[in-house]
């Protein structure tokens, strides 16, 4: 089933010169971009964004590290695109991600982990009318 989904390639990901790298992983795969954006949020956005996290204990320095420098938001769109993004991201922690996998060759940690994908359809919905208001159904 056709799906969209919201993406972040996180403050590291700009800072290290990884956006072009990242990016032609999703075209490869054949997901289409059909929205982008680079942008420096500040602390409230991240914590709309991350409002299922805001009591964990991670959660402070998670907030320092998304807002610490611009990062770039998009929508993917294609089948099981929720899916797919996902596995393409491999496993929260950079450590632990299996080789192939975007955090599996790039991340060496559990929060500076590259990118971020929506975890369900749910999900989906809210982070891109959060992102891209435009965008909501
Ligand atoms: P993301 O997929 O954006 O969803 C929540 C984010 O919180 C996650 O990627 C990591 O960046 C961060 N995160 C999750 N668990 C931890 C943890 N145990 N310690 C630090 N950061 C975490």
Redesign the pocket.
């Known amino acids: 089933m056709t799906q969209r989904t919201l993406v ?1 390639l996180k403050p590291d990901t700009v800072r290290r010169g990884l956006v072009g790298e990242i990016l032609g992983r999703f075209e490869a795969k054949g997901l289409t971009i059909v929205a982008m954006e680079l942008r420096h949020i500040d602390a409230a956005m991240s914590d709309q964004h ?1 409002a299922e ?1 805001v009591e964990r204990d ?1 959660y402070p ?2 907030r320092t590290f998304v807002t610490s420098g611009p990062l770039v938001s998009l929508v993917l769109e294609g089948d099981d695109a929720i899916e797919v993004v996902r596995v393409i991201n491999g496993a ?1 922690d950079g450590r632990k991600a299996a080789p192939g996998t975007i955090r599996g060759d790039y991340s060496l940690s ?2 500076e ?1 590259l990118v ?2 929506s975890d369900s359809t749910e999900s989906a919905a809210r982070e891109i009318a959060l992102w891209f208001p435009q965008l909501a159904l």
Do not use: E, S, V
């Open positions: 972040l991350y996290h991670f320095d998670l929260t559990n929060r982990n971020h994908g």
